[in-house]
């Protein structure tokens, strides 16, 4: 669609690392709807960061992408990145703007003082991470407030989350999930260079931050008899101590392979025997959704937003107590008929409220609607 018209819109999306995805779930989601829009006939432009993609890649899958620097820490890297994306589009004829993570409400007005319409995708509630300290937290509670207040639509992924901006702010959100339904692999090459089985192996896919709990799960699988494997697969730029701890703690059954992306991922997510979700802060996690979407059994960390997620397709679990991350899996990991329940069980629930399809027509809807 054109500006004030019908037809099809030219949308730059911002906020992100870039596409292809190698990082976070933004960057999922990027490329993921992404791709969509572009075959729809939209014209797609995703804004990346240098370290992440390649500046001479140029397009990919459909869309145009545009690669520009940050400052490379962990307090300044994400806003400084956005406000260099958000001055270059403003000057490149964009119908409307998708604007990704709450940190970067500030810049909206850089947009829509050039005329372009801005969607807020705010995540979770980031601020409750623990690698923030008083300045990172206070700073995301006054993007809260001007996430609620600056976009022309604000969106949010669950409805936990939707309900804090209501409550909070007596902010109208669109809540508009991620999509779980992933491409089936196309090979095994990474299953057999990290040496595991198919349906024999327990998988954990996150960045290791602390609110992930990357180090609770290893050592809580210590705990864990026999002798499957287990995946931990992930890493984090700004988390080096966090990593470390992990790979201390981890024993001879637990593999460390470091991010894994595109068809390897894809591997090990379809033919895991268990995905084990363990994140605290945040919305819908893409990981969680796309497990359930390739019909693997989950057993998840009990917060109301992976509860909302989940539903009843999965073993919700605590890191203590009698519902233990050790004694769900000791109950769970052996018993071939329950394994087989909780895989159709997830695979049904995103086919109800996961497609990727759908959350490709509410966006649709989203964008047209404010151009």
Sequence with gaps: MGRGGGGLVKVAIIGTRGVPANYGGFETFAEELG????????????YGRRGFIDPGLGTYRGIDLVVLPSLRSKHLETVSNTFVAALHASRRGFDVALMCNAANAPFVRILQMAGVPVALNV?????????????????????????ARLPDALVTDAEVIRRYYRRAYGATSHMIPYGGDLEPPTGTDVLEEMGLERDQYLLYVSRFEPENNPDRVVEAYRLVGGQRRLAMVGGAPYAAGLTRRVRDLADDRVVLPGPVYGDGYRQLLFDCRVYIHATEVGGTHPALVEAMGAGRPIVYYDTPENREVAGDAGAPFRFEGESSLERVLARVLEDENELAAMGQRSRKRVAASYLWSDVADAYEKLLEGLC
Excluded: M, N, P, Q
């Excluded at 791709?35 to 995703?46: F, S």
């Excluded at 690698?131 to 995301?140: D, H, L, N, S």
């Design 35 to 46: 791709w969509r829009l572009a075959a729809r006939g939209h014209h797609v432009t995703v």
């Design 123 to 147: 995540d979770g509630l980031e601020r409750k991470r623990r690698k923030w300290g008083v300045a990172g937290r206070t700073y995301y509670r006054i993007c809260e407030r001007l996430s």
